[in-house]
Structures are given as C-alpha cells and as structure tokens.
C-alpha cells in the first residue's frame, strides 16, 4: 500500500507564492506557526501587492513593518514585514535585507498603514525607504543625532534636553553623568538593612 505523503499547507503556500514570484522569493521556512518568506529588496513592492491580491493568499491586512539590527551582518539590517489574510486564518512574516545608504523601495502605496512604521523604522534605525511621501523623523527630536535603536548607539545618548529659564526655551547640552562611581552601603535604610530579612537567618553564614 502506497504511503500518503501530507504537505503542510503553509509549506505549499509558500512554494506557490515563490513559483508566481518567479525569483523574488529567495528562501522560505515555516517558524513559529508562521510561513517566513526572504525576498529580494527591490522586489517587496511587487510580493506585497501580490500577496494582498492574490486570490489564494488575500493578506489584506497589514500588522507592521519593523527592523532589526545585526551589526556583524553585512548588510546590518533586516526588514520585517507581518501580514494577516483572514480569509486563510493565518499570518506570514516577510524579511529582506538592508543597509542605511541603500533605501528599500516603501509599500505605503500598496498598505497605507505602512506609513508611520517605515518612518520609525527609519527614525530609530536609519533605514531608509525610497517612494515615501514623508520619510521624516517620528518619535525622536528634529535636532536629534544618530538612531537610538542600532546595538552601537550609547545608553546615554550624545545629548541630553532642559527648559532653561534664563532663556526661556528648550537648550540642548552634551551629557553629563553626574557621578562617575557609586559606593553602596547596604546598611544604610535607603540601600540595605540592617536586620535579618524573613528566610535569611537560615543562611550560612
């Protein structure tokens, strides 16, 4: 008796959007219950306008765009895309490679909700996303140097913000951290007790 081979529909989903790409797909696995997809950069255009019209995927509902940094990678960044499709039930994670001086092509035509996601990706990491009608700064200040989500920007930033009142508006300064080293003394009330806390008395001493 022949043995029935069962394919995983999100296997055989993610074959038949890469065989309709023909060559913008470049890998795909199954992660997590979702079907991940790796395109091609220049192609997300093209595979986010298919996957929101093609009748056997219909992912018209745009979750968000997201980047993460790899420093060692070269290139650093990947883009993350996340699309739901009520009609299958399921959701499928989209990934492309990126630097910060080549820019991803934007698909805010294609989702108009993509549009504040890519400025903060842009705004935090400094990817950047050509065919935006708006790619501007989101959370950070207009003056602000450097994008603070990269593994390399410092803990403290390069600049720190007051009211001044002498001058009556906003003043930025370099940081300054105001005690270099801090001695603990754990038997002052503030830092520590001096008495055996509840299961301490229990421990060697």
Same mark, same amino acid.
């Given at each position: 008796? &022949? *043995? ?15 065989? #309709? ?63 739901? #499709? ?13 630097? &910060? *001086?080549?820019?991803?092509? #934007? ?26 009608? &708006? ?9 602000? &140097? ?18 001044? *009142? ?21 038997? #002052? ?11 301490? *008395?229990?421990?060697?001493?």
């Amino acid at each position: 008796m &022949d *043995e029935i081979i069962q394919l995983d529909p999100l296997v055989d989903l993610g074959t038949y959007i890469a065989n #309709s790409l023909d060559g913008a797909v470049l890998a795909q696995e199954v992660a997590f219950g979702e079907l991940t997809l790796i395109v091609a950069r220049d192609e997300i255009v093209t595979v986010a306008q298919f996957l929101r019209d093609d009748a056997r995927c219909r992912f018209v509902a745009f979750v968000d765009v997201c980047a993460v940094d790899y420093p060692a990678r070269d290139p650093r960044f990947e883009v993350v895309y996340h699309f739901m #499709s009520p009609y299958l039930n399921q959701r499928i994670r989209v990934k492309l490679a990126a630097d &910060d *001086e080549t820019p991803v092509p #934007s698909i805010s035509t294609v989702y108009r909700g993509a549009d504040w996601y890519e400025r903060e990706a842009y705004d935090l990491y400094g990817v950047l996303f050509s065919g935006h009608h &708006d790619l501007r700064r989101i959370l950070t200040d207009y003056g602000f &140097d450097g994008h603070p989500l990269r593994k390399d920007f410092p803990m403290t930033g390069f600049v720190e913000v007051r009211y001044d *009142e002498e001058r009556k508006r906003v003043i930025y300064e370099p940081v300054k951290l105001m005690q270099e080293f801090r001695s603990f003394d754990y038997l #002052s009330p503030w830092e520590g007790t001096d008495y055996v806390l509840p299961g301490d *008395e229990k421990a060697k001493q």
